[in-house]
Nanobody
Framework: QVQVVESGGGLVQAGGSLRLSCAAS????????MGWYRQAPGEQRELVAG???????VYVDDVKGRFTVSRDNAKNTVYLQMNSLKPADTGVYYC?????????WGQGTQVTVSS
């Protein structure tokens, strides 16, 4: 079995920063892509950032220059550094990890950005 757990969410003022972490554990033989998704209230879940095993990454347009995704393959962990946060960034952030060629979701962590 595989478990994926996020941490690092919370309440922050506009312009502040947060760092999210997501660790995969269990029967892991390989991990390919790892990604962060978010779901704002009343909206659909969307991809925020993704990163391949090589370190190559992709971002949704509205977070470019503010967010940075990285990974530590030895720790089976992916991070999302979020700077210059805006109220529009508010939502539940979910981690998805491709483990053994299958996608696994974390439970989500709430990020709230106040004015």
């Amino acid at each position: 079995q595989v478990q994926v757990v996020e941490s690092g969410g919370g309440l922050v003022q506009a312009g502040g920063s947060l760092r999210l972490s997501c660790a995969a554990s269990g029967s892991i033989f390989s991990i390919s892509t790892m990604g962060w998704y978010r779901q704002a209230p009343g909206e659909q879940r969307e991809l925020v950032a993704g990163i391949a095993r090589s370190g190559r990454n992709v971002y949704v347009d509205d977070v470019k220059g503010r967010f940075t995704v990285s990974r530590d393959n030895a720790k089976n962990t992916v991070y999302l550094q979020m700077n210059s946060l805006k109220p529009a960034d508010t939502g539940v952030y979910y981690c998805n990890v491709d483990v053994n060629d299958r996608g696994y979701w974390g439970q989500g962590t709430q990020v709230t950005v106040s004015s």
